[in-house]
């Protein structure tokens, strides 16, 4: 697991901008190319899925949205009863939304997405 981990975070390294924007057809959202490399990967389309939606409700609230998956510490999850949370802010570390999930199969212990103009994208590709 740390191998895939440690693959999945050199391999996001590499993209700076996107050449390419994929749609998701019944959300019109679109997503980068480093997101398209982290689902197939990481198994994970239900993540820019999730993203999309709740970050599409915020959208009049603010026209830029940081996205941060984290994964939470054991004691916070036994306090809790979420393994992760993924928490949307407009940028300037004023909370919007935050969405507990009970079980996560994601490699990663935490992510950073933006989402501006209808569009999900890793920082790098900002």
Known sequence: MKA????IKEGLQHFQGTEMFYQIPLLKTRFTDGL???ANVADCFWLITDTSVIA???MNRSEFITIDFKRLPEE???Y???EAEIIYS???DNVLEKQGYK???FPLDE?????VNDTLMLPSEY
């Open 90 to 92: 407009d940028g300037n």
């Open 103 to 105: 079980a996560t199969d």
């Open 56 to 58: 599409k409700s915020l």
């Open 111 to 115: 992510l950073r997405l933006f989402f």
């Open 36 to 38: 398209k490399y982290l």
């Open 76 to 78: 916070k999850q036994d």
């Open 80 to 82: 809790s009863g979420y």
């Open 4 to 7: 895939q981990v440690n693959e």
